[in-house]
């Protein structure tokens, strides 16, 4: 079996110690691929210099953090962009709306937010959209883009199946993570409706470890631990979740 991690911070300083040996863990629990996802102008050179240590399993992605949009929001977005290479990049990510800490910037998150989708439009990428409390902002804003063939995946879904069902009606995968693994979660009844058709798998790492790691540091290794409960909240097979969500993972990001 080959798992794909499609949300990855790999290249923060919380692996700098060991990063070799949790890639070696990662590949042999088969997790092949770990997609990492850019946060802001700091974070481009760390990620990268991390693809070029594992250029086989590690992607990168280009993307401002909404977390990180403050009113120097368009020189940031200048600097990042001006970091793109074509076949270099595969989304653009990690971007969206977040209002859980600090709606002060929410006009700067959405001017970002337009930005990056733009940008992602003009060279084919898939979008990687962080919706934290920002749901129908978020959906307000792709609805601006009604017109045109969005695509990507709404990462660490945490919204309602109505909401579930929107994002699915938009062309976007829910990614799924360490969270379905806790108890009572609300995402795991929302797995058990939707299609694994829908569904990538990811682990937000060193963020969001699933059970029995919550509280620890997170490290890709652990995604067949959400594959086996996603086999068992929709009553199949681990192989069968890890064919399809690794397809998806896949044709999405254009990986081979």
């Known amino acids: 079996m080959e798992f794909i991690d499609t949300h990855s911070h790999f290249y923060l300083p919380d ?3 060991d990063r070799e040996e949790v ?9 092949k691929k770990l997609l990492l996802p850019n946060i802001d102008d700091c974070s481009i050179e760390p990620m990268l210099r991390v693809c070029e240590q594992f250029p086989k399993q590690c992607y990168p992605m280009l993307g401002l953090h909404p977390s990180d949009v403050k009113e120097d929001v368009e020189d940031k977005l200048n600097f990042i962009f001006n970091h793109f290479k074509e ?6 990510g990690e971007i969206g709306i977040d209002l859980y800490w600090d709606k002060t910037f929410i006009k700067e998150q959405q001017f970002a937010f337009r ?3 733009d940008f992602a439009l003009s060279h084919d990428l898939p979008l990687v959209i962080h919706s934290r409390k920002s749901f129908a902002e978020i959906l307000t ?3 601006e883009y009604s017109q045109y063939v969005l695509k990507g995946v709404f990462h660490c879904f945490s ?3 109505n909401q579930a069902k929107k994002a699915i009606e938009k062309n976007f995968y829910l990614g799924i993570g360490g969270v379905v693994t806790y108890k009572n979660a609300g995402i795991q009844d929302i797995v058990k409706e939707i299609s694994l058709s829908h569904i990538v798998l990811e682990t937000d790492s060193p963020f969001l470890s699933p059970m029995p790691y919550r ?3 997170n490290q890709s290794s652990y995604i067949p631990l959400i594959a086996e ?15 399809i969500t690794t397809a998806n993972a896949k044709r999405l990001f254009n990986i081979n």
């Open 141 to 143: 804003v792709l609805n």
């Open 15 to 17: 692996f700098d110690k």
């Open 23 to 31: 890639m070696q863990t990662c590949l042999n629990a088969g997790v």
């Open 87 to 92: 076949n270099t990049f595969i989304a653009v």
């Open 229 to 243: 409960k996603i086999a068992e909240l929709k009553e199949v097979s681990v192989e069968e979740v890890v064919a």
């Open 115 to 117: 930005k990056q989708i």
């Open 215 to 217: 509280g620890k540091r």
């Open 159 to 161: 919204g309602d199946i």
